[in-house]
């Protein structure tokens, strides 16, 4: 499933083409696992499940420019789960709205949001 010009990045926004057995399709490839998707880019993200969520793991949205980012879009897998509070915390110190919901949802809504222009990210859990 994962194309080799990708190689864990690609560079530029990309729209989530599609989701599901696994992984995502976007910038006209597939990745197996769960994927960043920032101002940056798509990054190859090593979270498997809503525990791997935090602070840590989302390093690299962290280091993105200030003020690039306005919402974040967390794909917490096939259920809701609500994010720890130390990260709802940092988040909110470093500006950005977050919404966890499930991968389906935020995968479309970051898709819709990123269409018109929005400071968005997503954090999404590959979900079978």
Do not use: N
């Not at 470093?94 to 919901?101: K, S, Y």
């Amino acid at each position: 499933m994962a194309d080799a010009r990708y190689a864990g990045f690609l560079p530029g926004k990309h729209a989530i083409e599609g989701y599901g057995a696994g992984g995502f399709h976007f910038g006209g490839m597939s990745h197996r696992g769960s994927i960043l998707a920032l101002p940056s880019g798509i990054h190859a993200w090593g979270a498997v499940g809503a525990d791997d969520i935090s602070i840590e793991s989302l390093a690299p949205l962290f280091a993105e420019v200030q003020g690039a980012i306005e919402f974040l879009l967390v794909g917490t897998g096939m259920e809701l789960v609500p994010l720890k509070r130390s990260l709802r915390e940092r988040l909110r110190g470093a500006g950005i709205r977050a919404e966890p919901m499930p991968t389906a949802a935020a995968a479309r809504t970051y898709s819709v949001l990123l269409a018109e222009d929005r400071r968005v990210a997503a954090a999404l859990i590959a979900v079978p």
